[in-house]
């Protein structure tokens, strides 16, 4: 429609214009990323892709037959300390340089990135993904003009930790056709203490109500139940009730409605800092058959009845990346050639 309407160019340029001062999270470091100036992601002018592939681990109205078409960004505005994805989210410091002026070989211009999109349509995969997408947001958004102009079709999906800016997304309004963000912590402290950010609950709440509003909760599905449109709210189980699962439920209910739909997941498993460092001891083990259960009750308790649940036990193998295989991170994927 904003192709259609000549004004996709328009938003484009306004999002690109934050990265001179940078304002595309709520980080607000200011760094001019236009100029390749470092912000605190670790991240400059062109977006990096640590990997792209069809995966089939998503929600089921996004895994489809065909798998989702994954877009993996690198680099991450979150710092957490179990991250499934830490080989590259978190791994700045072992990038090798590939060229005297710092240009790393992960890097793509807007062009390639587009052409991993048309790509992954081409593959039949059924919607394009983009995975940890906030920090390179108008990248992001460069990238599918030039997709759409080369006949892109497929949805765009925002799967995002949610630490995102209201303005960004209003400007996204109309490109993004499913939105998939975390809800990780109903605590501030939490937030600062696993993901080294502040103010979680403040900012995340604020970037899914304005996501709510373009969406509503209505979940728009094709006619092979694939979604088209809409909002899906994921909240991941921690163990220890760290996130404060039944206060971010309360939360949807009472200020999104019950209506809206959300998928509970089982996958956390120990990685990274939380499987290596002891003062993380709270996050060093799976979640318990108990704290599953009761999550699943306090959906009961509440009234949440859209959306997806997942597997108990789904950690053990469909969830555990290795992007040292770039082409193919996933096992899931060999299972289903």
Known sequence: MLLREKKLTERVEALEELLRSCSVCPKLCGNNRLEDEIAACYSGRLPIVSSYTAHFGEEPCLTGTRGAGNIFFGNCNLRCVYCQNYQISQTWGTRTPSSAKGIYDNEVTHERLAEMML????????????????????????????AAERGLKLPIVY???????????????GIVDVYLPD??????????????IRDYPTHARAAIKEMHRQMDSELVFDQNGLLKRGLLIRLLVLPNDIAGLKENLRWIRDELGSQTAISLMAQYYATNKAATEQRYILLSRGISEGEWYEALSMLEE??????????????????????????EPFRDVRDFQ
């Open 119 to 146: 790509e992954l349509q081409d593959r039949g995969c059924h919607n394009i993904g983009f995975v940890s997408p906030t920090h390179f947001s108008p990248q992001m958004a460069r990238a599918i003009m030039i």
């Open 302 to 327: 509440l009234g949440l009845e859209e959306g997806f649940i997942q597997e108990f036990g789904s950690s053990a193998y469909y969830y555990r990346p290795d992007f040292m295989d770039k082409d």
């Open 183 to 196: 809800l990780k912590y109903s605590d501030a402290a939490a937030g600062f203490q696993y993901s080294k």
């Open 159 to 173: 799967n995002t930790n949610a630490y995102d800016s209201v303005e960004v997304l209003r400007l996204l309004e």
